[in-house]
């Protein structure tokens, strides 16, 4: 509240009275705790940032169901240099190996193919959430079938082997395209001789060493 308090000191004749203005911001303090608890109450928290875990299953499963689920199911990303990711699919059958392919991290890349891959499980993953838009369930109920369709036999099960002359940042990235195309069972592992004997076939410098500073 603004003030104007007159000077009644003695003054000569003719000149004008001199004034002096006092600000009192007391009520100042009392709008700045109303402002400060309106934003507390009306700001919503931030959230922490999980990656869910897949727990193991309890169902027993025979060693021949157990290795031909694999098979079908599985998918090898090996993290290279210069930020290139070469994968295959499956394992050695009959004595013939699997093709290995190159890609990067590009939108067009890694990400696609895991699309691709996983698609009936993004299928079923997006209808949810229209089921759940529509508010037809419950956060509880969305969350417990959204975890029941990643881990469901039609996922996809990833084994990312990064190499010596990957970048950290690779794998990191790597992980996060598990969680954007809904990848519900993976795993990092060592990489072995086998799988760059295997790449080393169709791409001889996908593990040695770069020129470019990592």
Known sequence: MAEVNTDKGGHEKGKPKKLSTRIDFTPMVDLG???I??????TSM????TMEIMMPSKEKV???QQNQVKSSRAMTILLGKDNKIYYYFGTTEKGVDPKVE???FDPDGIRKILLDRNKEV???IDSLKQVKAEKKITAE?????FSEIKGSKKSVVVLIKPSDVSKYDNLVGILDEMNITNIGTYAIVPIT???TDLVGKTFPDAFTESTQTK
């Open 102 to 104: 190159q890609t990067t």
């Open 37 to 42: 608890t309106f934003f507390m109450l009306a």
């Open 33 to 35: 705790f109303l402002l």
């Open 46 to 49: 931030a959230k922490p940032q």
């Open 141 to 145: 109920e969305y969350k417990a079938k």
């Open 122 to 124: 993004n299928k079923a």
């Open 62 to 64: 025979k060693d021949d």
């Open 193 to 195: 001789g086998y799988d």
